[in-house]
């Protein structure tokens, strides 16, 4: 059997960005009211403007789309400028024809975070499930918000950052690490694994130590990527960079 992540290594961030760009827009021909499943971070920025890019062109139509974010920090409204919905309004809901009322996030000033997190497990099995989930990777090797630790949450969950998380988010909260919400909600490995399909996307030299252990190493909870090993059809999209500790060990 073919072994899971399939790794996929293209020449450099925008050729990533591209190819996936493409599959997406490929993917909602096939099935216009596809479930997505959105990152944020650095990482997704160059696919969100390629998605753009797509959508003006006329190839790429977002109008039955669902969508549902990763994860939202805790304590911070929907309008705030460091909040993810506000990111990806920023980067791609505001430049294409995405429905407002299928775009979905949680809401990190709900009342009840518990709660909040409840109703977005059902939102997602209302929708169907998700039918392509999108990935960055933390340099710790989390995915979402699931950070590396002894025991991993299965569904969405409020979880505490670690401060290299807090760091690599300074930049939404006028670059101090100090004023990142210590806290977020975010789905848990079993929403994410629960995906049909699944594409983790890694870009520089940062990346490429934790790639490695993803690819070669045990599955972990210190690890939380590894468990993509478990995916029937999981990708990882690489460029040199990220790829370049893989050597020929694949
Ligand atoms: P980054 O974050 O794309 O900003 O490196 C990735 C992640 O934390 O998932």
Do not use: W
């Amino acid at each position: 059997m073919e072994r899971s992540p399939r790794v996929v290594i293209l020449a450099d961030a925008r050729a990533v960005a591209r190819e996936l760009a493409r599959r997406v827009g490929e993917t909602l021909r096939a099935k216009p009211d596809l479930v997505l499943g959105l990152p944020t971070g650095r990482t997704p920025l160059l696919l969100y403007q390629e998605l753009v890019e797509l959508y003006r062109r006329g190839e790429a139509d977002f109008s039955r789309a669902i969508t549902f974010n990763l994860d939202e920090f805790l304590g911070v409204s929907p309008g705030h400028p460091g909040s993810y919905r506000s990111f990806m309004r920023r980067f791609l809901f505001d430049h294409v024809n995405a429905d407002p009322s299928r775009t979905n996030f949680l809401d990190g000033a709900a009342a009840d975070p518990q709660e909040e997190c409840e109703r977005y497990e059902h939102e997602i099995d209302r929708a169907g499930g998700i039918d392509l989930q999108i990935l960055g990777i933390g340099t710790n090797g989390h995915i979402g918000f699931n950070e590396p630790a002894a025991e991993l949450e299965a569904r969405t969950h409020r979880v505490r950052l670690k401060p290299e998380t807090r760091r690599s988010n300074a930049a939404l909260f006028g670059g101090d690490a100090e004023t990142v919400p210590a806290e977020a909600l975010s789905m848990g490995m079993g929403t994410i694994l629960q995906a049909r399909a699944a594409v983790l996307i890694a870009t520089g030299r940062s990346k490429a130590l934790c790639v490695e252990r993803l690819v070669n190493g045990p599955i972990t909870t210190l690890l939380p990527a590894s468990f993509l090993q478990l995916h029937r059809n999981a990708d990882i999209y690489l460029d040199e960079e990220a790829a370049s500790a893989l050597g020929g060990t694949r």
